[in-house]
């Protein structure tokens, strides 16, 4: 695991593009010809503005996808963490030990004097292995909520579950 960069853009193209993965995740699909590049930017961009934390995850030296502390308040203590795994890397552990290793990050990392204290994660209903993952490492349901519009309507009707 390591700081995402630009050097993991066409690897992020190569996994995020399977639509088995993007069903559960916020971008459009298809995953558009820039996506990778796009999501290695954003990573500097929010490392830079202290706004979140990406990081590439890796198995045996292969790229097999991300983890994230964003959508930081600093005045309130909270970010949020989001994670994914590529399609072959799945059920291999990588998505419970990223959200652990992200824990700790979240809890260490601070601006000034202000701390990361609470820590939230969504998921869909449906992402039976997500809601595992996350409650192996603590996380506890705190409410459930139905999809918009938004994403291009695709988690329209779909529920979803909070964490903390």
């Given at each position: 695991m390591r700081p995402t960069d630009l050097f993991d853009a066409a690897a992020i193209q190569q996994q995020a593009q399977d639509p088995r993965l993007g069903q559960f995740l916020y971008w459009e699909h298809p995953f558009p010809v820039n996506g990778g590049t796009r999501i290695a930017l954003e990573a500097l961009k929010m490392k830079a503005e202290k706004q979140g934390l990406r990081y590439s995850l890796f198995s045996d030296g292969c790229f097999a996808g991300c983890a994230s502390i964003d959508r930081v308040d600093w005045d309130k203590g909270t970010a949020h963490l989001f994670y994914w795994v590529g399609v072959p890397f799945w059920n291999q552990g990588i998505g419970s030990w990223a959200v652990a290793q992200m824990l700790k990050i979240a809890h260490q990392w601070h601006d000034?004097?202000?701390?990361?204290?609470?820590?939230?994660?969504?998921?869909?209903?449906?992402?039976?292995?997500?809601?595992?993952?996350?409650?192996?490492?603590?996380?506890?349901?705190?409410?459930?909520?139905?999809?918009?519009?938004?994403?291009?309507?695709?988690?329209?009707?779909?529920?979803?579950?909070?964490?903390?």
């Amino acid at each position: 695991m390591r700081p995402t960069d630009l050097f993991d853009a066409a690897a992020i193209q190569q996994q995020a593009q399977d639509p088995r993965l993007g069903q559960f995740l916020y971008w459009e699909h298809p995953f558009p010809v820039n996506g990778g590049t796009r999501i290695a930017l954003e990573a500097l961009k929010m490392k830079a503005e202290k706004q979140g934390l990406r990081y590439s995850l890796f198995s045996d030296g292969c790229f097999a996808g991300c983890a994230s502390i964003d959508r930081v308040d600093w005045d309130k203590g909270t970010a949020h963490l989001f994670y994914w795994v590529g399609v072959p890397f799945w059920n291999q552990g990588i998505g419970s030990w990223a959200v652990a290793q992200m824990l700790k990050i979240a809890h260490q990392w601070h601006d000034e004097n202000r701390r990361l204290t609470t820590v939230f994660a969504n998921c869909l209903e449906e992402n039976h292995p997500s809601h595992q993952v996350l409650r192996k490492n603590g996380f506890r349901d705190i409410s459930h909520f139905n999809g918009t519009g938004a994403h291009g309507g695709k988690f329209e009707g779909r529920r979803w579950i909070r964490f903390s």
